[in-house]
């Protein structure tokens, strides 16, 4: 069974920092670029990073780029989103998702291209 659990969510003020972490099983982990997407009430599922399978080539929304990180430990089939200077925008549920892809950058800002996703954590920032 495949399975995305995402971790580290919760309430921070503004310009505090977080850590997402996201474990997956159920699949070659190392094969699947990863991403995060995010979610704010009424509005639609948005990119938020996403690192690539074969080299861990990092891509991001550009109005996060220098304040989150995405990374990967692929001997723990795991992936992080550290999240610094974080604003009251940044607030939604945060998903990370997995996409099996011919091509390492292919697909990796669409939703829709995603293979599997996990139930999501609750990022919310205070002004």
């Known amino acids: 069974e495949v399975q995305l659990v995402e971790s580290g969510g919760g309430l921070v003020q503004l310009g505090g920092s977080l850590r997402l972490s996201c474990v997956a099983s159920?699949?070659?982990?190392?094969?699947?670029?990863m991403g995060w997407f995010r979610q704010a009430p009424g509005r639609e599922r948005e990119f938020v990073a996403a690192?690539?399978?074969?080299?861990?080539?990092?891509h991001y929304l550009d109005s996060i780029k220098s304040r989150f990180t995405i990374t990967r430990d692929n001997t723990k089939n795991t992936m992080f989103l550290q999240m610094n200077s974080l604003k009251p925008e940044d607030t939604g549920i945060y998903y990370c998702g997995g996409l099996r892809t011919p091509a390492p950058d292919f697909g990796l800002k669409l939703s829709t291209a995603y293979d599997y996703w996990g139930q999501g954590t609750q990022v919310t920032v205070s002004s």
């Open positions: 159920g699949f070659t982990f190392n094969d699947y670029a």
């Open positions: 690192i690539t399978w074969k080299d861990g080539n990092t």
